[in-house]
Structure formats: structure tokens, C-alpha cells
């Protein structure tokens, strides 16, 4: 089985983010030049996903613009002789059909966003990438999980260690090693208290879901925070199928946090040649 369809849930509302996000979508907020969507929809592409399925809400047109043609400024742009900034333009608009949308109406969890795209993903397995969780590697995350999908044909989670004192602000895997990158899960829970944590092994937002899970979450049964959990899908999962974690090789910003956000820019910035010197010279100044 191959992973072709990547679903995209974007409808929250991005309230931490307020009032910046009071008409902007939360995943158009910008690292350096490109929204956070951008670097997610990169991600997949990179990892041969062929079909996007973005899972929106009211107020995301400017989400769905940004991967559309604008006549517009692409005439304006060939009319100066910006053909450099005119390529990136276009290069952003993938082939028709290649994008996807469909609604979540009401704001009942993550679990119950990935299981409004159950019509669209269909019978096979797919891959969820959360924006806001941005991940610098030499090889993207996804592509990274997909390769060893090829080998464990089960459903699969990015995970990594937070302090222990993190674990009620991310689901929680319970398992074992097995090999040098992966873990065997026995158990998942959402956001537990440090105190009765089964590790301090958090899932972040890339997944790899086979279609089994729709049933599940159908039920839509809630969990933490009164919403339908993925996590406790998964758990329930487990009785069906193995469930691995993928200790994932790079670094991981959460953009979902005004201090994560921040430190994003500032990582992705001193990579950029056009900038990385005056913003070195300027972070000098301050630290020292």
C-alpha cells in the first residue's frame, strides 16, 4: 500500500493567535516569506502524496486563494520583468484536482476533522501533517514516516521526548523500542497529567492512518477538552492492528505558540542568504 492522499485539517480558528487571526487563517501566518500551509504542502508533495484534502472552515478563502492562480499579479509581475518572483508564483498552483476541499461544520476535534475527510480519502491508507507543528530536516518528516511505512504497513505516529512536566499539552505514547527509530506502541493517551504519564513520548502532527480508523471515529466519541480525539481512536485501534511511533530525525517548532512561532522565523530566517547577515548583526546586539 502506498500513501497517495494527505488530509489537512485547517479550520480552526487560531484564537492564540488573536487579533492577527481575526481575518487571516491562522496556517497563512507567515515563517519568513511563506504561510505555515506552504511548508506543510511542500512536505507532502516531497513525500509523493498526490491528492491534498484540506479539511476547512468559514473564513480560510484566503488559504484556498493562495493555491490558485492570481491573473492579476502574475500580469503585473510579467510586466515588470519579475520573472524570478513570477515562477515562484505559479510554481505554487499544483495541477488541477490535485487539491481537494471539504468542510468541517462544527469545531468538535481533531479526530472529528480527519473524519470529515472520510468520503474523499476513501479505502486506503493516508498521511495527516498539522501546520502548525514545522519541522527543519534535511529529509522531511513524511518522507522520512513513509519510507518506513513501506517496511510496517501499520499505522504510524511522529513522536518525540518533551519534559516530563509537558505530557497534559500532547497525546502520550506507551510502548517499546524496536529498532533504532521506531516504537512499538502499547497504549496512547490524550494529554494526561505528568503524575500518571506513561512516558514522556509526545505525538506531534504527522500521521499515518489506515481507513479503519473512520469507523472509530465515527462514533465520535469524546475525549479530553469534550472533543473527539484522534488519540483515542488509536487506542481503540490498537485491538485491530500494530500502531508504531517514528522517532523522527530533526527539529521541531511549534507554531501553534506565540514563542515557538518566533523561534521558527528566527531558525528559518539565518538559513535565508538575503537576510541572515543583518538579522545576525541585529541579534548580537540585543543578546550581548
Same mark, same amino acid.
Given at each position: 500500500m502506498k500513501i497517495k492522499k494527505a488530509v489537512f485539517p485547517v479550520a480552526g480558528l487560531g484564537t492564540r493567535f488573536l487579533p492577527a487571526t481575526k481575518a487571516l487563517p491562522k496556517e497563512m501566518l507567515p515563517v519568513v516569506d511563506k504561510p505555515l500551509i506552504q511548508y506543510a504542502v511542500e512536505e507532502a508533495l516531497a513525500a509523493g502524496i498526490e491528492q491534498i484534502i484540506f479539511v476547512t472552515g468559514r473564513g480560510k478563502e484566503a488559504l484556498e486563494d493562495h493555491f490558485d492562480h492570481s491573473h492579476e499579479l502574475e500580469s503585473i509581475?510579467? /510586466?515588470?520583468? !519579475?520573472?524570478e518572483t513570477l515562477k515562484i508564483m505559479e510554481a505554487? #498552483?499544483? +495541477? *488541477?484536482? *490535485? $487539491? #481537494?476541499y471539504t468542510r468541517q461544520n462544527k469545531p468538535l476535534g481533531l479526530g472529528h476533522a480527519i473524519w470529515c475527510a472520510r468520503d474523499v480519502v476513501g479505502n486506503e491508507p493516508f498521511a495527516v501533517l498539522l501546520a502548525d507543528d514545522l519541522v527543519k530536516a534535511d529529509t522531511p518528516v513524511l518522507s522520512q514516516m513513509v519510507n518506513a511505512f513501506e517496511t510496517t504497513q501499520s499505522s504510524m505516529v511522529a513522536v518525540m521526548e518533551v519534559e516530563p512536566s509537558q505530557t497534559d499539552k500532547y497525546g502520550i505514547v506507551d510502548g517499546e523500542r524496536e529498532g533504532e527509530k521506531m516504537i512499538? $506502541?502499547?497504549?496512547l #493517551? +490524550? !494529554?494526561?497529567e505528568p503524575a500518571s504519564a506513561p512516558s514522556n513520548q509526545a505525538i =506531534?502532527?504527522?500521521? =499515518?492512518? *489506515?481507513?479503519? =480508523? @473512520?469507523?472509530?471515529?465515527?462514533k465520535k466519541e469524546c475525549g479530553a477538552g469534550g472533543e473527539i480525539q484522534i488519540t483515542d481512536a488509536m487506542e481503540k485501534l490498537l485491538a485491530t492492528q500494530e500502531i508504531y511511533g517514528y522517532l523522527f +530525525? /530533526? *527539529?521541531? @517548532?511549534?507554531?501553534?505558540? !506565540?514563542?515557538g512561532f518566533q523561534m521558527a522565523n528566527i531558525a528559518y530566517a539565518l538559513e535565508n542568504p538575503d537576510i541572515n547577515g543583518r538579522l545576525m548583526a541585529y541579534l548580537k546586539t540585543i543578546i550581548n
Amino acid at each position: 500500500m502506498k500513501i497517495k492522499k494527505a488530509v489537512f485539517p485547517v479550520a480552526g480558528l487560531g484564537t492564540r493567535f488573536l487579533p492577527a487571526t481575526k481575518a487571516l487563517p491562522k496556517e497563512m501566518l507567515p515563517v519568513v516569506d511563506k504561510p505555515l500551509i506552504q511548508y506543510a504542502v511542500e512536505e507532502a508533495l516531497a513525500a509523493g502524496i498526490e491528492q491534498i484534502i484540506f479539511v476547512t472552515g468559514r473564513g480560510k478563502e484566503a488559504l484556498e486563494d493562495h493555491f490558485d492562480h492570481s491573473h492579476e499579479l502574475e500580469s503585473i509581475l510579467e /510586466g515588470r520583468g !519579475k520573472d524570478e518572483t513570477l515562477k515562484i508564483m505559479e510554481a505554487l #498552483v499544483p +495541477e *488541477t484536482g *490535485t $487539491i #481537494v476541499y471539504t468542510r468541517q461544520n462544527k469545531p468538535l476535534g481533531l479526530g472529528h476533522a480527519i473524519w470529515c475527510a472520510r468520503d474523499v480519502v476513501g479505502n486506503e491508507p493516508f498521511a495527516v501533517l498539522l501546520a502548525d507543528d514545522l519541522v527543519k530536516a534535511d529529509t522531511p518528516v513524511l518522507s522520512q514516516m513513509v519510507n518506513a511505512f513501506e517496511t510496517t504497513q501499520s499505522s504510524m505516529v511522529a513522536v518525540m521526548e518533551v519534559e516530563p512536566s509537558q505530557t497534559d499539552k500532547y497525546g502520550i505514547v506507551d510502548g517499546e523500542r524496536e529498532g533504532e527509530k521506531m516504537i512499538r $506502541i502499547r497504549g496512547l #493517551v +490524550e !494529554k494526561p497529567e505528568p503524575a500518571s504519564a506513561p512516558s514522556n513520548q509526545a505525538i =506531534i502532527g504527522r500521521y =499515518i492512518l *489506515t481507513p479503519e =480508523i @473512520f469507523g472509530l471515529l465515527a462514533k465520535k466519541e469524546c475525549g479530553a477538552g469534550g472533543e473527539i480525539q484522534i488519540t483515542d481512536a488509536m487506542e481503540k485501534l490498537l485491538a485491530t492492528q500494530e500502531i508504531y511511533g517514528y522517532l523522527f +530525525e /530533526g *527539529t521541531r @517548532f511549534d507554531c501553534g505558540d !506565540k514563542a515557538g512561532f518566533q523561534m521558527a522565523n528566527i531558525a528559518y530566517a539565518l538559513e535565508n542568504p538575503d537576510i541572515n547577515g543583518r538579522l545576525m548583526a541585529y541579534l548580537k546586539t540585543i543578546i550581548n
